[in-house]
């Protein structure tokens, strides 16, 4: 009974560097996302995709990019860290697009220093 | 553009009382409202929804309530126990016009032995 599973769970960045953020749910929804929280702060969407081989940008996409090349995945890639982007990131899964549940992941922090 | 306001943003009680924490949404076309529990250290998960052809909903000793006329929505909590102590949001989802799901910035509610 899995749900949505992000890997890793910690990570420091050095400033320039990138990396990549997994995310794999085992519930068959095609709907997936990827959220931050900064601390105090409420959620904002970074990116999400309808459907393998479909994404969107959301309310904060800048320094972002994604790929959906399964129904299963969904991995966030940092192209250049800032220490903006220092935060908590959540992977997220639904039924539905919207008016559903959304299913989150543990959340993998991020330090870029 | 469309936001969800939530007050208050931190909220303390003592054990056994209870907890009020309340939204207000402005995208009208806004039909479900769900609430999300996020303990330290985990993602957010959802206690309990409400449907905007509902104006009460309750589940053991949580309940929402919903005024679509003024655009509010609330989370009681009653017989406040310590393991309620946890982050919660709000959130505004409407199912028509691609995906549009606004989150509450958070409350943080500590319940005191």
């Known amino acids: 009974n899995a749900g949505v599973t992000q890997t890793p769970k910690f990570r420091i960045l050095k400033i320039g560097q990138s990396m990549t953020l997994q995310c794999t749910q085992d519930?068959?929804?095609?709907?997936m996302y990827w959220y931050r929280q900064d601390p105090g702060m409420g959620l904002k969407l970074i990116y999400y995709?309808?459907?393998?081989?479909?994404?969107d940008k959301g309310e904060v996409p800048n320094g972002y990019n994604v790929s959906r090349s399964t129904t299963e995945d969904f991995p966030l890639r940092l192209e250049l860290a800032a220490p903006s982007q220092t935060s908590v990131y959540f992977c997220?899964?639904?039924?539905?697009?919207?008016?559903?549940?959304?299913?989150f992941g543990e959340g993998s922090w991020l330090t870029v220093v | 553009g469309e936001n969800v306001e939530q007050h208050p943003s931190t909220l303390s009680v003592q054990e056994g009382d209870s907890a009020v924490i309340k939204c207000t949404y402005s995208?009208?076309?806004?039909?479900?409202f769900p609430w999300y529990k996020q303990e330290l250290g985990k993602g957010p998960q959802l206690i309990i929804d409400?449907?905007?052809?509902?104006g009460e909903k309750k589940d053991q000793r949580i309940a929402v309530t919903l005024n679509k006329t003024a655009k509010h929505f609330s989370l009681h909590i009653t017989e406040t126990q310590p393991e309620d102590s946890a982050v919660y949001f709000c959130?505004?989802?409407?199912?028509?016009?691609?995906?549009?799901?606004?989150f509450g910035a958070g409350t943080r509610l500590f319940v005191k032995a």
């Open positions: 997220a899964s639904s039924p539905v697009l919207s008016g559903n549940t959304i299913y």
């Open positions: 519930m068959n929804h095609n709907y």
């Open positions: 995709s309808v459907g393998a081989g479909i994404t």
């Open positions: 995208d009208s076309a806004s039909n479900y």
């Open positions: 409400i449907r905007s052809n509902v």
């Open positions: 959130a505004a989802s409407r199912n028509t016009g691609g995906f549009k799901t606004i």
